[in-house]
């Protein structure tokens, strides 16, 4: 039907999240009909970022300089960190704008199933940060799970005997969100963590 | 196409392509079982397949020796009540990940279905206070002695293995898993693991950190030993920080 090297673009473009064989195709017909509006910018673009890209050495995001463009903003607040799994989970908190300290990414959680134990997460490097001083809040921004919570813990733990004050995402009621649909579980947290109005 | 509609409790669950999992679960009445859940990274079943979570299972495959399909209902989730209590999501979290390495696939076991569903309604209902309420903590470590029972390698702390004493029983021998009383342990004491007392009563709660981490090392050590773990694995690292955790308030509470 076609060349060798379109059937590898394909094949590489099928290996992508969201993407199968048949999206694939389209999309790699669709960057073939639009080589100099879409494939070109789009090569440029992947080389630049596989050139340039790294994760930062202090918190692990990733950006084309280091350290990234969170850790060296000056009009952060340095005695924040917020802990998060990933980098997809600090662009969530960045677009949210709630934020306004600096990030560690642990680059996922304590995971038995996966064989992840705390020192493949990086838990000496968030442990040297919070040592150095000026630390006045870590908050354990991970996902409301077990593997989530029990690396929470194990991160508290850890952080305690610095006399860092430690706090967590609070879980509850989402905006939008209708009793009647909630799972047991959150609505327990968010009948514990109720608050005067 | 062959197939069984069960009660179960979620054991562990690992992604599987992009949307589906490959969940674990202990059944009432088809033991440990696998089978791939569709749709389970979604936003819809994810707490579903937390661990500890009770569910009605429908398992459907063409072959009997097929992984198989899941669909799953939640009955009732324990992992939401207890995510905020460190000692209680490691107990949560020790005893699905025991459960998921140490039972065979697909034999039944509705004993340790029950034992396991009374536990984690244990762990689901209340707060820990560290050695201010240790009662589930010592139904934790009673419900370990009751799973390696249930799986042949239970322990005979019925009377001493020595002069046949059903008083005074403090050790456990490590190679037979009987119980030694004081006087006949003296010699070995060293050689010889200790019984906390709790364990010798049906209801018994433990009187402090301590006797937990003897409790949690006395099973630790048979489940260690005995041939249900696979050759060159270790127990699970969930099981590890459940010990970790209280060895810590053992320490603690010993502090002057």
Sequence with gaps: ?197 | MIEWTDRAIVLSARPHGEDAVVASLLTADHGRHGGVVRGGQGRKLRATLEPGTLVQAHWKARLEDHLGALSLETLAGVAGLVLSDRDRLAALASSCALVDVVLPERAPHPEVFDSLLALLDSLAHGESQGEDDLAWAGTLARWELDLLAAVGFGLDLSRCAITGKTEGLSHVSPRTGRAVCREAAEPWLSRLLPLPTFLLQPEGCPRDGGEVVQALALSGHFLETSPLVPPGKTLPAARRRLVDRVARWATISRVP
């Design chain 1, 1 to 197: 039907m076609s060349g060798g090297e379109i059937d590898r673009l394909i094949l590489l473009l099928s290996r992508l999240p969201g993407l199968g064989p048949r999206s694939a195709r389209r999309t790699a017909l669709h960057m073939l009909k639009k080589r100099e509006g879409v494939m070109r910018p789009l090569m440029e673009a992947l080389a630049q970022v596989a050139e340039k890209v790294r994760a930062c050495s202090i918190c692990g995001n990733l950006d084309t300089s280091d350290p990234c463009m969170v850790c060296a903003d000056p009009r952060r607040d340095p005695a924040l960190i917020c802990v998060v799994r990933d980098v997809a989970d600090l662009w969530a908190l960045e677009r949210a704008g709630a934020f306004r300290g600096r990030y560690h990414v642990l680059g996922g959680l304590l995971s038995a199933l996966d064989g992840i134990g705390p020192d493949d997460l990086g838990l000496d490097r968030l442990e040297i940060r919070a040592r150095d001083g000026g630390l006045s809040e870590v908050i354990l921004a991970l996902p409301a799970t077990v593997d989530g919570q029990t690396t929470a813990h194990v991160i508290a733990d850890r952080l305690e005997p610095l006399g860092i004050t430690l706090s967590g995402l609070a879980q509850g009621v989402p905006v939008g969100g209708e009793l009647d649909y909630l799972d047991d579980g959150t609505l327990t947290a968010a009948f514990r963590a109720r608050r005067p109005v």
